[in-house]
């Protein structure tokens, strides 16, 4: 009855009845069921956000499963373990539960479990933008949720892989897979992955500008994890809500919805939700030219990205960081943290905001009169476009180096004082680099 009231979305109901099987377990000496008990407790902790007592919950199952070599237990409660982890952005400690849930489950032969240990994994490789390996994660558990005639595991697995396509930018698949996966949810009446699927095919429709379509997606999840009391899936809503207001230009109504969002993650302890908001709420701020708070917004944002491990996030606040310090005329810092930004950017592979911080710190240099300098990093963004093809951004960025060696060989004070080189960019150019922003954006 208490797993009846979980799976409903009752919580506290559910909370009381498995406390109350607890009791009378241990009163009874029944190990089996207090470990049973003690692991749908830390489920229902874990769905509340009492993250320490989840924790705890899950310890002392898996505990007990050792000490019997149920591995199929060990394999659940490393599960429910690595879910509190993952809530926490504790990523690694996440996945280490995960890679050891999924060898116990194998070793026990159980491949429902190994499925579902897949899909978490799927979720930690789409989170640091491994995202052909999530793909292949997702694949893998969907053809054994099949196999198996698991529906709603099935839907999950669809869900994922349609996140994963839409994060690679192939928005037609991933939008079939979201509504493939809508649609099993409504059949089998699993209301939260309904929510999640009209969530995430907002998110598809948002990255097209098919904002009419995306609102509507968002409003009803966000209806749907507000009857169900999901504080974080009511977050992400907003948070969609949000970025199209900015997208519109609507920055009043963008910054009430990001502090919205930012406050409940900050209450559930959702550290990578923290930290992607203030990285668009310091945009938000950036575009009304409202530097000091951009600045603050970002700070808090690396800082968050820094210590959820979150390298990708990172590279892109430390470009929203750097523009709004030059902005200022600090100069210096803007200098070190472009320097930064190409440092990660190149390290995470996202060629976009690399070569975007790549020509801002060349202009700060041929500012300064260090042409060579500036040649440097004019030239390594031309080998980064030539790679990739984009003629238009290429011919644009290789007119900026060209007359930034007649600078240095005319020996004049600054190009800058002449043009600057993001003005000398074509709008195809200026079109790629958002474009390699906007693929680091996660939620």
């Given at each position: 009855m208490g797993?009846?009231?979980?799976?409903q979305s009752?919580?506290?109901?559910?909370?009381?009845?498995f406390?109350?099987?607890l009791?009378i377990?241990?009163?009874?000496?029944?190990?089996?069921?207090?470990?049973?008990?003690t692991l749908l407790?830390?489920?229902?902790?874990?769905?509340?956000s009492?993250?320490?007592?989840?924790?705890?919950?899950?310890?002392?199952a898996?505990?007990?499963y050792?000490?019997e070599q149920?591995q199929t237990?060990?394999g659940t409660?490393?599960?429910?373990?690595?879910?509190?982890?993952?809530?926490?952005?504790e990523?690694?400690k996440a996945?280490?539960?995960?890679?050891q849930?999924?060898?116990?489950?194998?070793?026990?032969?159980?491949?429902?479990?190994?499925?579902?240990a897949?899909i978490?994994?799927?979720?930690?490789?789409?989170?640091r933008?491994?995202?052909?390996?999530a793909?292949?994660m997702y694949?893998?558990?969907?053809e054994?949720?099949?196999?198996?005639g698991?529906?709603?595991?099935?839907?999950?697995?669809?869900?994922g892989?349609g996140?994963?396509?839409q994060?690679?930018?192939?928005?037609?698949?991933?939008?079939?897979k979201c509504?493939?996966?809508?649609?099993i949810?409504?059949?089998?009446?699993?209301?939260?992955?309904?929510?999640?699927?009209l969530?995430a095919?907002g998110?598809v429709y948002r990255v097209?500008?098919?904002?009419?379509?995306?609102?509507?997606?968002?409003?009803?999840?966000?209806?749907?994890?507000?009857?169900?009391?999901?504080k974080?899936?009511?977050?992400n809503?907003?948070l969609?809500?949000a970025?199209?207001?900015?997208?519109?230009?609507?920055?009043?109504?963008?910054?009430?919805?990001?502090?919205e969002?930012l406050?409940i993650?900050i209450?559930v302890?959702?550290?990578?939700?923290t930290?992607?908001?203030?990285?668009?709420?310091?945009?938000?701020?950036?575009a009304?030219s409202r530097?000091?708070d951009?600045e603050q917004?970002?700070?808090?944002?690396?800082d968050?990205?820094a210590r959820?491990?979150?390298?990708?996030?990172?590279?892109?606040?430390?470009?929203?960081?750097g523009?709004?310090q030059q902005a200022q005329s600090?100069?210096t810092e803007a200098?070190?943290t472009?320097?930064e930004a190409?440092k990660?950017?190149k390290?995470?592979?996202?060629?976009?905001i690399?070569?975007h911080?790549?020509?801002?710190?060349?202009?700060i240099?041929?500012?300064?009169g260090?042409?060579?300098?500036a040649?440097s990093r004019?030239?390594?963004a031309?080998?980064?476009?030539?790679e990739?093809?984009?003629?238009?951004?290429?011919?644009?960025?290789?007119?900026?180096?060209?007359?930034?060696?007649?600078?240095?060989?005319?020996n004049?004070?600054?190009l800058w004082?002449?043009?600057s080189?993001?003005?000398?960019?074509?709008?195809s150019?200026v079109?790629?680099?958002?474009?390699?922003?906007?693929?680091?954006?996660?939620?």
């Open positions: 797993d009846m009231h979980r799976l009752r919580p506290n109901e559910a909370l009381n009845l406390q109350r099987a009791e377990s241990r009163s009874t000496k029944d190990h089996n069921m207090s470990a049973g008990a407790l830390g489920d229902v902790y874990k769905d509340l009492r993250y320490p007592e989840a924790e705890t919950s899950f310890k002392s898996l505990e007990f050792k000490e149920y237990g060990i409660a490393l599960v429910g373990l690595g879910s509190v982890y993952d809530a926490l952005s990523t690694s996945e280490a539960s995960y890679n849930a999924l060898d116990a489950f194998s070793q026990a032969d159980n491949e429902l479990g190994r499925a579902n897949m978490k994994l799927g979720g930690i490789h789409k989170g933008s491994d995202l052909v390996r793909a292949k694949e893998s558990a969907g054994i949720y099949m196999r198996i698991d529906e709603l595991g099935r839907a999950n697995a669809m869900l892989l996140r994963a396509l994060a690679q930018s192939h928005v037609e698949d991933a939008e079939r509504k493939e996966a809508q649609e949810y409504t059949r089998i009446g699993g209301e939260l992955g309904r929510a999640n699927a969530e095919l998110d097209q500008s098919k904002y009419p379509e995306a609102e509507p997606c968002y409003r009803e999840a966000g209806e749907v994890y507000g009857r169900l009391q999901d974080t899936g009511r977050a809503a907003l969609g809500l970025r199209i207001q900015h997208a519109r230009s609507e920055y009043v109504g963008a910054e009430s919805g990001y502090k969002a406050d993650y209450r302890g959702d550290l990578l939700g930290a992607n908001t203030l990285n668009w709420l310091g945009d938000t701020y950036r009304q530097y000091f951009a917004a970002y700070t808090q944002a690396e968050a990205y959820t491990g979150d390298d990708m996030g990172r590279a892109s606040v430390l470009l929203g960081l523009n709004v600090k100069v200098e070190a472009f320097t190409i990660v950017s390290r995470v592979g996202n060629r976009g690399q070569v911080a790549l020509m801002l710190l060349g202009g240099l041929c500012n300064r260090d042409y060579a300098g040649e004019y030239a390594e031309v080998v980064i476009l030539s990739l093809g984009n003629e238009s951004a290429l011919q644009s960025v290789e007119q900026i180096l060209k007359t930034c060696r007649s600078r240095k060989l005319a004049r004070a600054s004082s002449v043009v080189p993001l003005q000398l960019l074509s709008v150019a079109d790629y680099i958002r474009k390699g922003i906007g693929l680091l954006r996660r939620r």
